[in-house]
């Protein structure tokens, strides 16, 4: 189980972010939109996952910047589905503010920030143009049940939660350190993400913590479900579908998506990528492979 000091200094965040008179920025206002350009890559070459293929070396330079393109953008949707999907399960969740405001400030404050990431996402696809062409996330059964059924106040459902801000996150802060390699609005989005993603992973740990306190044969007993469901998470989230190369000129596309999972350079980024996110969520006792 995390230390002690971590469930103070989360619930610091908590109380501060929550504060009603912390002045809130809207995230759009984030992001220099004027600066997006098509004419550019949108990812750093490590993070797209044909890099160091020598088949895509040899394409085209548009054809290679327009795949870093549309990976960004179904990178992003697809974090948008999911935390649109628990958003919608937290709404539900909230209590008639009166009798328990600190609730409600703590359940509304995850709900702007969920709304501002998807609309950040919807603000991109709708500057550049580009189509959503990923749906696997239709087809995560793992995922979906969690996510949509699973109770509210429950292990699997808030270890889902924490999934779902954690694992992105970690695109969004590597974006962030690679600032001078990514484009500048696509660097200014991701700052913006990381911020509207603090809250809800503080929030997820400081829930888990309590109910894995009471219940540890639970989470014994679910840590399949929630191994599988990070699986499935991994795979939408860094091996695009063979729908996103076929939109970037690379055809056929089934190819190229079986060329990216048989590739040990992408295994190994998504391996080094991950890593500071798994050994905190293995913390909660959940066998966790990227």
Same mark, same amino acid.
């Given at each position: ?29 984030? @992001? ?15 993070? @797209? ?6 088949? !895509? /070396? ?16 179904? !990178? ?11 958003? /919608? ?24 920030? *969920?709304?501002? #990431? ?21 087809? %995560? ?8 059924? *699973? ?7 808030? %270890? ?7 694992? +992105?996150?970690?695109? #969004? ?9 990514? &484009? +500048? ?12 993603? *603090?809250?809800?992973?503080? &929030? ?21 479900? @929630? ?6 998470? @991994? ?16 055809? +056929? ?32 006792? !959940?066998?966790?492979?990227?």
């Amino acid at each position: 189980m995390p230390s002690p000091v971590e469930p103070e200094r989360r619930a610091a965040l908590l109380e501060e972010l929550a504060r009603p008179d912390v002045p809130y920025r809207d995230p759009l206002a984030r @992001v220099e939109w004027e600066a997006l350009s098509l004419d550019a890559p949108w990812l750093p070459e490590a993070a @797209v996952s044909l890099h160091g293929d020598p088949r !895509f /070396a040899a394409l085209p330079e548009a054809q290679r910047r327009r795949l870093s393109q549309h990976e960004l953008l179904g !990178f992003l949707a697809a974090g948008l589905w999911l935390e649109g999907v628990l958003a /919608a399960r937290l709404a539900r969740a909230l209590p008639p503010a009166p009798e328990t405001p600190a609730r409600a400030a703590h359940l509304l404050g995850e709900l702007r920030e *969920a709304a501002g #990431h998807g609309l950040l996402c919807l603000e991109l696809q709708r500057r550049a143009g580009l189509p959503l062409v990923d749906r696997r996330l239709w087809r %995560a059964p793992m995922l979906n049940l969690l996510a949509r059924r *699973a109770p509210a106040g429950s292990i699997p459902f808030w %270890a889902c939660v924490l999934m779902a801000a954690e694992v +992105p996150d970690r695109m #969004h802060r590597y974006l962030r350190r690679r600032a001078s390699e990514a &484009h +500048p609005a696509i660097a200014d989005l991701a700052t913006a993400c990381a911020i509207a993603g *603090a809250r809800r992973i503080a &929030h997820a740990r400081t829930v888990l913590e309590r109910r894995l306190a009471a219940g540890r044969w639970r989470r014994r007993a679910l840590a399949p479900l @929630v191994e599988r469901a990070h699986r499935e998470l @991994v795979e939408i989230l860094f091996y695009p579908d063979p729908a996103v190369y076929e939109a970037a000129g690379l055809r +056929p596309g089934r190819v190229w998506a079986a060329r990216a999972r048989a590739s040990a350079r992408r295994r190994a980024f998504v391996r080094e990528l991950l890593a500071t996110a798994l050994r905190s969520l293995r913390l909660f006792g !959940f066998r966790l492979r990227p």
